[in-house]
């Protein structure tokens, strides 16, 4: 297996990098109050998940 002769700078390890964003978290319409919500979760605003009441909300 190679090795590296020299140290590659800081620059060229962050030029390389430079490709690794972050990409936002998806977003799902919630079926029962239709509010965004991340997929596969309780809904936050209602406490619905696949249809049943998973928790009850908090009353603001």
């Given at each position: 297996?190679?090795?590296p002769k020299r140290r590659h700078s800081k620059t060229r390890g962050r030029k390389r990098r430079t490709h690794y964003k972050a990409t936002p978290a998806a977003k799902a319409e919630c079926p029962n109050c239709h509010s965004?919500?991340?997929?596969?979760?309780v809904c936050p605003n209602?406490?619905?998940?696949?249809g049943r009441?998973?928790?009850?909300?908090?009353?603001?």
């Open positions: 297996m190679p090795n965004m919500k991340l997929p596969h979760r209602c406490g619905y998940y696949n009441v998973i928790r009850v909300p908090k009353a603001s």
